[in-house]
């Protein structure tokens, strides 16, 4: 009795073998290249949604430091300029104090030199950090601060005259994605300021006036105790903001280690793989070859 051994069903079983080989090497040679178990949310299947909500969530909180970097850049801006104040604020009180003593006598100080100091003043109060008025308030564009507007009239009133004032009328804050609202800075106009600046207003109006060089001797002492205050304040929200960029920088490397482990490859698991489906595609297409060079004739 004659046999044939028939080949075509042999080979189709081979072929679809080596393709499934096939796919699966480029998955595993894709994952060994990307680091990612797939390079689609479609290859993830039920864990895309998953990985998109840590996705979002980083990519919020990222957002979020930006944003509070640099209102932190403007409250150090802030923090600075106010020491420079707090300075000054105390050198002037040294000098009244010799001028009312008559260590000095009260010529000492002249109006160009309490003109000076408000200039000094007025410079330090219309800080910019990059095109930003530290002290002008929310949304400020144009320096808030000018000791010689019509509609400022110092006196020594309390609370003291803030005419001088062009800034916004509300602080400048920072608002977090979760609706956190956050301080920055101050506003020129606040107290310790506007104290100052009607003070050294008054000196240059009467340098020569004893009675005027101990009653600004007085409200600088009352200035000095309100800019230390001010201070203080600007130092809490640095503190804030560093807390938040702090907190924020922890949850983003939680969350990216979560997404890791999601859509993260296995790399030692995956060169393993490769090399296993690398020598079952050299045992497949050694079969084939084999299969293709064999001849019925051989078996009739």
Do not use: C
């Not at 910019?128 to 009239?153: L, S």
């Not at 101990?214 to 205050?229: D, R």
């Amino acid at each position: 009795m004659i046999s044939r051994i028939g080949t075509f069903a042999n080979s189709n079983a081979l072929v679809a073998a080596t393709l499934r080989a096939q796919g699966k090497l480029a998955d595993q040679q894709a994952q060994q290249a990307s680091g990612k178990k797939s390079t689609t949310f479609g290859g993830l299947g039920g864990d895309a949604s998953k990985l998109l909500n840590l996705a979002g969530q980083s990519a919020r909180l990222t957002a979020d430091n930006a944003a509070a970097t640099s209102a932190s850049t403007l409250t150090q801006s802030a923090y600075s300029a106010v020491g420079d104040i707090l300075d000054l604020a105390t050198t002037i009180r040294s000098q009244l104090a010799s001028a009312v003593s008559g260590t000095n006598g009260s010529g000492a100080i002249t109006a160009d030199t309490a003109k000076n100091w408000l200039s000094t003043l007025q410079s330090e109060l219309n800080t910019q950090v990059g095109g930003v008025y530290v002290f002008g308030g929310q949304g400020a564009d144009h320096a808030p601060v000018d000791f010689t507007a019509a509609a400022y009239a110092p006196t020594a009133s309390d609370p003291p005259d803030t005419g001088y004032y062009q800034g916004a009328g509300t602080q400048r804050t920072f608002t977090t994605s979760q609706g956190e609202v956050m301080g920055v800075g101050l506003l020129a106009s606040d107290p310790g300021f506007a104290r100052l600046a009607n003070t050294l207003s008054m000196i240059a109006a009467a340098p020569g006036d004893a009675a005027t060089l101990q009653s600004a001797y007085g409200a600088l002492g009352t200035a000095v105790t309100q800019l230390g205050a001010h201070q203080a304040a600007i130092s809490s929200q640095a503190a804030a903001l560093d807390t938040l960029i702090s907190n924020n920088t922890d949850r983003i490397t939680t969350l990216d280690n979560l997404a890791t482990d999601i859509d993260g490859a296995d790399l030692a698991t995956a060169t393993v793989k490769v090399t296993q489906y690398q020598s079952q595609l050299e045992a497949l297409y050694s079969a084939i070859s084999k299969l293709s060079s064999d001849s019925l004739l051989k078996y009739l």
